[in-house]
Nanobody, 121 residues
Framework: EVQLQASGGGLVQAGGSLRLSCAAS????????IGWFRQAPGKEREGVSC????????YYVDSVKGRLTISRDNAKNTVYLQMDSLKPEDTAVYYC??????????????WGKGTLVTVSS
């Protein structure tokens, strides 16, 4: 059974940092790309970042480039999202998902429960 568990959310002041983790189980790291999504209150879900399962390719939505860094520890089957220089507009529930890299943010097959990130001004 594929499972994804996101953790690491919390309350942080603007300019601060958080590191989110997505622990995966039920598949090997070379099977799926892992993506991070977020959904802010009253807004649509947005694909934030994705890391390939085949090479070192990564994707970032323009609004987070230079501030968020995605990485993968295959030995732990865990993907991290390092979030620096956080802004109040980054406040959202963050989800991780597994699927194909090329079609991201579409085509994600498995989803985990979210973790709340709140950035205060």
């Amino acid at each position: 059974e594929v499972q994804l568990q996101a953790s690491g959310g919390g309350l942080v002041q603007a300019g601060g940092s958080l590191r989110l983790s997505c622990a995966a189980s039920g598949f090997t790291p070379d099977k799926y790309a892992i993506g991070w999504f977020r959904q802010a209150p009253g807004k649509e879900r947005e694909g934030v970042s994705c890391i390939s399962n085949r090479d070192a390719s990564t994707y970032y939505v323009d609004s987070v480039k230079g501030r968020l860094t995605i990485s993968r520890d295959n030995a732990k089957n865990t993907v991290y999202l390092q979030m620096d220089s956080l802004k109040p507009e980054d406040t959202a529930v963050y989800y991780c998902a597994a699927g194909g890299y090329v079609l991201f943010p579409y085509g994600m097959d498995f989803w985990g429960k979210g973790t709340l990130v709140t950035v205060s001004s």
